[in-house]
């Protein structure tokens, strides 16, 4: 019988272990739907798309354009033996060939611009991801709080009835008792505000990651192996805010030759083909070469607009590297702290529970008094909430020294998810399909899906 109830008492260990073990939630899952959910990804790889058609309609200057016209027309007074309404029907077409290379230089320079957008999605990425940690760590800090601090109500509950056993004996005074209920009203309040801080931990986490928080499992601080000079020097390289500045400081200077070459004489051919309503047909051909000769200055005004763009462009590369050294500075220096911070909370914890329970069995034995107990036991409370804080700072700490060097993305992680191929929706529209042809076709699909 004794054998059969400790079988059952096991088993509905096991199943209460399993069940929370399958409502857990690691970070990476966190980070997985993070990802995979963020309105914010979704929004910015839109603006990457419209990105990508500044290209198609850059490439389309460069290809003929071909339009149709229907005319009626009538004339007063009339004319004899003329129709009533004169009707017209016509195609044309119009082909640049020569513009200076002004075409070109615009496609190259909104290519930049797609380059520089990819870069600014990564940031977006690194942001949400970052965003994602701190959620998961604020909930399980704020989890461990109100842990303590219901622990610190038992306890302190318990001395109260202690205190109020001894009163009754004529061991303490009612001083006692009274320092012990103000201890029990001030942990019932932390209690409650523990609980609203979790309560706010929660609502941030339910924004982050898409979802509340389910059980979330300790995690450890991501491996920082690089020195902080290797740091600085490999965030400089690779950091997408500066990779984005640099693709608009390339975009501006091609932007500049652009207004150069309207200085250059332009060449266009052109076609037209028409009918009127005898069908009788006529067909027109001929090349455009023109070119300015005076504009008022606006030409060399927008050449200089495009170097004073460049230049701004340039002292924005200059302050974004140092703001990214400085980022890689501060989170390294937030990691140490968190590191030695963590290393002295342990010390303090330990000691300090070392002490409490040597003041509570002397206060049994009539040498320690109520409030040397109390005291003893914030002292532990404080060593364990340190405790609790510098853990979570630790691993935010961690995953933002590889935020400031450009790391923090899906694919370093190696996350388990489906990831955004931003060369894939380029590459459909880099050569401006029209939407007749089988690849703009696969293009409306392809947005269709999106839209869904």
């Known amino acids: 019988m004794a054998l059969r109830k400790k079988l059952t ?120 991801l970052l965003r994602a940690i701190e959620a998961y760590m604020n909930v399980r800090r704020s989890s461990e709080f109100v842990a303590l601090r219901n622990n610190n109500v038992r306890l302190i509950t318990q001395e109260l009835r202690a205190a109020q056993d001894r009163f009754e004996v004529g061991e303490v005074t009612r001083t006692d008792v009274s320092l012990a209920e103000a201890r029990l009203a001030s942990a019932k309040s932390l209690l409650a505000a523990a609980q609203g801080d979790l309560a706010r931990s929660a609502e941030e986490y339910r924004n982050a990651v898409g979802r509340p928080p389910r059980n979330l499992r300790p995690v450890s601080a991501a491996p920082v192996s690089r020195s902080i000079a290797e740091a600085k020097e490999f965030a400089v390289r690779n950091h997408p805010s500066i990779l984005e500045v640099r693709h608009s400081v390339t975009a501006a200077e091609l932007n500049i030759r652009r207004a150069e070459a309207a200085y250059k004489p332009n060449l266009s051919a052109t076609a037209r083909v028409g009918v009127n309503q005898d069908f009788d047909a006529g067909r027109e051909v001929g090349l455009t070469l023109s070119g300015p000769i005076y504009q008022g200055g606006r030409l060399s005004a927008t050449v200089r607009q495009f170097m004073a763009r460049r230049d701004a462009t340039r002292a924005g590369l200059h302050v974004t590297t140092h703001n990214i050294q400085q980022q890689v500075g501060n989170a390294y220096s937030f990691l140490e702290v968190a590191r030695a911070s963590l290393q002295a909370s342990n010390q303090q914890t330990r000691a300090a529970t070392v002490a409490f329970r040597g003041v509570r069995e002397e206060a049994t034995l009539g040498a320690r008094t109520t409030l040397d107990v109390l005291n003893a036991e914030q002292e532990l409370l404080n060593a364990q909430a340190n405790t609790i804080s510098a853990q979570a700072d630790e691993v935010i700490a961690s995953y933002a020294v590889l935020e400031a060097m450009g790391l923090l993305t899906a694919e370093h992680l190696r996350l388990p998810v489906q990831q955004y191929d931003p060369a894939a929706y380029y590459n459909l529209v880099k050569d401006a399909p029209t939407i007749t042809s089988e690849q703009g076709q696969a293009l409306d699909r392809v947005l269709r899906a999106l839209g869904k």
């Open 9 to 128: 008492t096991l088993t509905m260990a096991l199943l209460i272990g399993s069940a929370t073990a399958a409502t857990s939630e690691t970070l990476s899952d966190a980070l997985v739907h993070a990802y995979e959910h963020s309105g914010l990804l979704e929004q910015n790889r839109a603006l990457l798309r419209a990105a990508d058609e500044d290209v198609a309609i850059a490439v389309s200057a460069t290809m003929p354009v071909v339009n149709w016209a229907i005319s009626a027309t009538s004339q007063y007074p009339r004319l004899p033996n003329s129709d009533l309404i004169s009707l017209n029907a016509s195609i044309s077409g119009q082909l640049t060939l020569y513009d200076g290379g002004a075409n070109q230089l615009a496609i190259e320079a909104q290519k930049e611009l797609v380059l520089g957008t990819r870069q600014s999605l990564r940031g977006i990425e690194q942001q949400v």
